[in-house]
């Protein structure tokens, strides 16, 4: 194997074992991103050669392409492919000037999952997956956000109205479907579903939501339900607490014993990973309206965190015989942490509260500093530095140091829509990946030999 090959491979391995981080699920070939937040669910890039400060203007934009369909999904890129999921027969006006605003889309439309050739992007193939959520609030927001997970010959993804399909990598032929509500008496949130399907080993995870199966293992071949986890913790009593909100699972190892960490509408439990049985709640974090962002956990401690005036903190999960607790260690009000996520880098967590980039450390929640930088927003981190995109459409490159606040570059984005960019920044291959509702773009970030 090549020297250039085998250094982001080593990389990572040092990295989880230095963390004690969730297990990785995926594997992962140099300059691949294959589902959420990378292989192992940390938004965190083992790549390196990466530009240490952006030009005037931002990166070199190697292309831009319409046509992926309305939609906040993002991306994955595995085998010179790109993959996503868009939503066809809607539309949205363009921004105007002043205040971005999630604007109300209209129309109605197939969600279909789609792959692109990463060279130019050119549409490979498109596959239905099932119709848009249309209830309630799901109407302001009508389009997918499950980022697709690709393993193998195979690939994963969820619908905003709970089908969950496995289609093949090569075609986007179907493999197997299943409906979440219909199949296991889903209970989502007020905008439907929003999870990115977990690939571990030989099960695929997800979230139904509800009291019969809150959780459910799959056999990732067949679609055949392994087990069902009932999750009757947390805020007892509360009609969302075992709801399906808007976060997607990550597997942890306690005391010995693999588990799968997901944020529900009550708060983050822990489930067994051989049977499904529930083992421990926190429920601090949670509020009432929406639990986006994907908990961080290492060493034996979880970290969640939500916006809506809660903000987040970290538990520390431990046995004693065949019982787990989660222990509260600390809680941050500041972490308004609505849906960007939360980067672990060392000893140092950086994420986005409602209007800044703050940063803190992991083992005793103190905060080091906060910046205004380009307001809310999602990270992502590679090479030393965050990536970090606003809500609003600016991008700015951050070195990721405790010592201060330290930008290196940031630009607009061309052709913005009047939508959200809540797609997440993806990293692969040297260059950054960019999704805006219909648009994609791809920026050659990789620095000059």
Not at 165 to 190: E, H, I, T, Y
Not at 401 to 421: I, L, M, V, W
Request: contains cysteine.
């Amino acid at each position: 194997m090549r020297a250039s090959r085998l250094l982001p491979l080593l990389a990572l391995c040092a990295l989880l074992t230095a963390d004690g981080s969730a297990n990785a699920q995926l594997k992962a070939g140099p300059g691949e991103w294959p589902g959420w937040r990378g292989p192992d669910r940390t938004g965190v890039s083992t790549e390196t050669g990466l530009l240490k400060k952006w030009p005037e203007g931002g990166p070199k934009l190697l292309y831009k392409i319409k046509g992926l369909g309305a939609g906040y999904s993002s991306l994955s890129v595995v085998g010179g492919r790109i993959y996503t999921t868009g939503t066809e027969g809607l539309t949205a006006p363009k921004q105007g000037k002043g205040k971005v605003k999630g604007a109300r889309t209209q129309g109605t439309g197939q969600e279909v999952l789609i792959a692109l050739d990463a060279k130019d992007g050119k549409r490979l193939w498109a596959t239905p997956i099932g119709e848009i959520a249309g209830k309630g609030n799901d109407r302001k927001y009508p389009a997918p956000r499950s980022t697709p997970t690709v393993e193998g010959d195979s690939i994963y993804v969820l619908g905003s109205s709970g089908s969950l399909v496995c289609a093949n990598k090569a075609d986007g032929s179907m493999k197997w479907k299943k409906s979440l509500p219909a199949d296991f008496g889903g209970r989502p949130g007020q905008w439907g579903y929003a999870e990115s399907p977990l690939v571990d080993g030989d099960v695929v995870v997800c979230t139904p939501g509800g009291d019969k199966a809150t959780l459910v293992a799959l056999n990732k071949k067949t679609g055949a339900t392994i087990w069902k986890a009932q999750v009757n913790g947390g805020a007892v009593g509360r009609k969302s607490s075992s709801a399906a909100a808007y976060s997607s699972a990550i597997v942890a190892q306690v005391a010995g014993v693999k588990q799968y960490v997901q944020f529900l509408g009550g708060g983050v439990v822990g489930v067994g990973a051989e049977d499904g049985k529930m083992l421990w709640y926190y429920d601090a974090p949670a509020n009432r309206t929406a639990n986006c962002s994907t908990p961080v956990f290492r060493d034996g401690r979880v970290l969640a965190a939500s916006a809506y005036g809660k903000g987040g903190g970290i538990a520390k999960i431990t046995r004693e015989d065949n019982a787990f607790t989660a222990t509260e260690e600390y809680f941050l009000n500041d972490l308004q942490n609505q849906h960007g996520g939360m980067v672990l880098v060392g000893d140092y967590v950086y994420a986005t509260n409602n209007g800044s980039l703050m940063c803190f450390n992991f083992k005793d929640g103190k905060v080091v500093w906060t910046n205004r930088s380009v307001g809310k927003g999602s990270i992502t981190y590679a090479d030393g530095h965050l990536i970090v995109r606003s809500e609003g459409g600016p991008v700015a490159l951050v070195e990721a140091t405790p010592t201060g606040y330290k930008e290196k570059g940031r630009f607009s984005q061309p052709d913005r829509s009047a939508e959200r960019a809540w797609s997440y920044p993806v990293l692969a291959g040297g260059r950054l990946y960019l999704r805006d509702w219909d648009t994609l773009l791809v920026y050659d970030v990789k620095a000059s030999e």
